[in-house]
């Protein structure tokens, strides 16, 4: 089972980036996947994540409206979609699995049991 987290990198403040978790060894219809954070000198958030079961959503009250976390079960890939994106969402962004997990699970660590390398997003001019 892995996870590769791609697509971090410099941005803008008010500008947008669309990361990508590529999951192999494992299926999306059987695990639930989340977008974690870890800003500089922070401990790591959840962000957002999306039930295997239903592809039901969360998201955390700072990116409600400006974020959408999305699959594409053939292609065994996630996304997250970060719009308006200001300061405070630099951070390192991981994506993670989590076997059969609901929806109220997922805002925590513990949920997951796989997790991707990171990549970085600046939000910088």
């Known amino acids: 089972v892995q996870l590769q987290a791609s697509g971090g990198g410099l941005v803008q403040p008010g500008g947008s980036l669309r990361l990508s978790c590529l999951a192999s060894g494992f299926t999306l219809d059987y695990y639930s996947i989340g977008w974690f954070r870890q800003a500089p000198g922070k401990e790591r958030e959840g962000v957002s994540g999306?039930?295997?079961?239903?592809?039901?959503?969360y998201y955390i009250d700072s990116v409600k409206g400006r974020f959408t976390i999305s699959r594409d079960k053939p292609k065994n890939m996630v996304y997250l979609q970060m719009n308006s994106l200001n300061s405070e969402d630099t951070a390192v962004y991981y994506c993670?699995?989590?076997?059969?997990?609901?929806?109220?699970?997922?805002?925590?660590?513990?949920?997951?049991?796989?997790w991707g390398q990171g990549t970085l997003v600046t939000v910088s001019s």
């Open positions: 993670a699995a989590a076997p059969h997990a609901i929806l109220s699970t997922l805002r925590s660590e513990r949920a997951y049991d796989h």
């Open positions: 999306i039930s295997s079961s239903d592809g039901s959503t």
